[in-house]
């Protein structure tokens, strides 16, 4: 009695564990695909230079209901000067059809923020990197849920 | 022909940090959407976004199929001389539709 049970309970668990590693073998190519696809837009973008955390903030609403139009604000703590200046902002979708969002370039004028509206297809991270005059990369991302994706059907 | 439309001051002080909001009416057709027929749309946006300052460039964007319509774009600019400020937008199809804007600075 005692032996049929932990039998039962053993093939559970293996079978339980076969199913995890299959899922987990499937999960993760799904998961990253889009993301990967924006890693690599973005290191062509930024030449090789590998982006730290911080620096760089994105403002984005939490919950946008129509994905046609999502308003964001990049912001870089830097100031805009010759000596020191923010030469780029990347910006991209990590879940959308193509990652790539848009690109600005600046010149020591102003002050390192720029706003705009883009298209959000579904739920996801959302990444900014910005590209010093000193040859550093930062960046920053957040999640958008998005109520009705904006890619058309 | 899409209209361009501009924001920002006449006349600002030297060194004055200024706001610049720009917007054209533009369907950014994405190219990901289909007609009642199921055929694709082709895409046609504008990919190019150029703000020049008495002929020299300062601030400059590339913009891909993810910009909403009407793209709306603001930044900032210091006041550094009087001249022209002037905005050009290009289209996929090689058009460039362009605005521009005179600043006093004292």
Known sequence: ?153 | MPTPRVKMPATAAKGEVFEVKTTIDHDMESGQRKDKDGKPIPRKIINKFTVTLNGKEVFKADWAAAISANPYCSFFLTATESGTVEFKWQDDDGSVYSTSQAITVS
């Open chain 1, 1 to 153: 009695m005692s032996t049929k049970t932990s039998a039962v309970t053993r093939r559970t668990v293996l079978a339980g564990i076969g199913a995890g590693a299959a899922a987990m073998a499937v999960a993760p190519k799904l998961a990253h695909a889009d993301k990967a696809a924006a890693d690599d837009s973005l290191a062509k973008l930024l030449g090789g230079v590998k982006p730290h955390d911080g620096k760089v903030k994105i403002k984005l609403p939490q919950i946008a209901e129509n994905g046609n139009t999502v308003p964001f604000t990049v912001t870089v703590d830097s100031p805009m000067t010759e000596a020191s200046y923010v030469k780029a902002i990347h910006v991209v979708a990590e879940g959308n059809p193509t990652p790539g969002v848009a690109s600005f370039y600046f010149t020591p004028t102003g002050k390192a923020e720029v706003s705009m509206r883009m298209r959000l297809g579904k739920t996801q991270d959302v990444r900014a990197v910005a590209l010093m005059s000193d040859g550093t990369a930062w960046q920053a991302s957040q999640e958008v849920k998005v109520t009705i994706g904006g890619c058309g059907g």
